[in-house]
């Protein structure tokens, strides 16, 4: 089992920042990939970003690159979203998991999943 424990939400203005932190704990070896997914209001959860946890490579969903970096800790078992130039169509909230099977970072299940962080920005 692995638990996630997301903070750093809040309420932010258009054009403002936050990061958001996610704490992997347990089972957390030879995991593949930990990402950031968001939900916001009535709208199914999308991809937001996620990182390869070994080599580092990154993947963003388009209307996020160049506002939003994801990055991590391996000594911490832990991910960041640094989130700048919000928008309030940021709003949502935002959870981290955490993936096992090889392959896209983007797409394929994510194995465990974290409570989520509420991100609400306003215009």
């Known amino acids: 089992q692995v638990q996630l424990a997301e903070s750093g939400g809040g309420l932010v203005q258009a054009g403002g920042s936050l990061r958001l932190s996610c704490a992997a704990s347990?089972?957390?070896?030879?995991?593949?990939?930990m990402g950031w997914f968001r939900q916001a209001l009535g709208k199914e959860r999308e991809f937001v970003a996620g990182?390869?946890?070994?080599?580092?490579?990154?993947d963003y969903e388009d209307s996020v690159k160049g506002r939003f970096t994801i990055s991590r800790d391996n000594a911490k078992n832990t991910v960041y979203l640094q989130m700048n130039r919000l928008k309030p169509e940021d709003t949502a909230v935002y959870y981290c998991?955490?993936?096992?099977?090889?392959?896209?970072?983007?797409?394929?299940?994510?194995?465990?999943w974290g409570q989520g962080t509420q991100v609400t920005v306003s215009s």
């Open positions: 347990g089972r957390t070896f030879n995991h593949y990939a």
């Open positions: 998991a955490v993936k096992y099977k090889y392959g896209s970072i983007r797409y394929g299940q994510y194995d465990y």
């Open positions: 990182v390869s946890w070994s080599c580092g490579n990154t």
